[in-house]
């Protein structure tokens, strides 16, 4: 008889967790509405302003640009898809200077030749009221890359190493690390940290790049 009562005990407290629960999710969206969204209203004006002033050569096989959060603003101004894998591997942040090889069967090579100075900061993962996904850091509300959460498994209320660049407003930051809900901050939960490409003038043997197979989106690393 104890046992029934205690089980019919435990149901009543997880009914209960379960409504302040989301009752907390529904108050922690309407926040996350009131939070500035980081970057500024000249942020593409600025990334296009830089990619201006970088070449495009061999006949347009090779073209450099400027990553701008999700792709690469070219020096004419054409976007080029960059794979979500890769950006968030490569910890991308805007700003970054990539180059672009397009290969005789049509595919694309990306490599960071020019990575922005960055720093770090620390937020927490959020959900909004459209399902969004997004980082609160420093009073701003951060967009992140889909795949950077998806690799560490991260869920609202998460804590969130983001790197940003510092010399421009960015509305993008990159996923650097991930701290667990309930975990204190230890070697094991930093995971790998990011390290800049090394110049391009030194052609290194382990760079950077990506191949972007035509017609699919996989990008393999080297």
């Known amino acids: 008889m104890n046992d029934i009562s205690n089980i019919a005990r435990i149901q009543q407290l997880l009914e209960s967790m379960e409504k302040e ?3 907390a ?3 922690l969206s309407q926040m996350v509405g009131e939070v500035p969204e980081a970057g500024s209203s000249d942020e593409k ?3 296009a302003s830089k990619a201006k002033f970088l070449s495009v050569s061999e006949g347009g096989k090779v073209i450099e640009g400027v990553f701008d959060g999700q792709n690469m603003v070219g020096p004419d101004g054409r976007i080029y898809p960059v794979p979500s894998n890769y950006a968030s591997k490569s910890k991308l942040v805007e700003g970054d200077v990539l180059k672009l090889t397009i290969a005789p069967d049509g595919s694309f090579i990306y490599k960071q030749i020019g990575p ?6 620390l937020g927490v993962l959020v959900q909004d009221e459209k399902g969004d996904y997004r980082v609160v850091a420093e009073g701003k509300s951060y967009k992140v890359l889909l795949a950077s959460l998806t690799y560490y498994k991260s869920e609202p209320g998460d804590q969130v190493t983001l790197l940003v660049p510092t010399d421009q407003e960015s509305s993008w930051a990159a996923v650097e690390n991930v701290i667990k809900k309930g975990q204190g901050v ?5 995971g790998p940290q990011y390290v800049p490409d090394e110049p391009a003038d030194e052609e290194p043997r382990d760079a950077r790049q990506v191949r972007i197979l035509t017609g699919d989106d996989e990008d393999l690393l080297s």
């Not at 922005?116 to 900061?121: E, G, P, S, T, Y």
């Not at 230890?186 to 930093?190: C, I």
């Open 21 to 23: 629960l989301e009752m």
């Open 25 to 27: 999710k529904q108050l």
């Open 45 to 47: 004006e600025t990334i």
């Open 116 to 121: 922005a100075d960055r720093k770090r900061i």
């Open 186 to 190: 230890s070697l094991e939960s930093l």
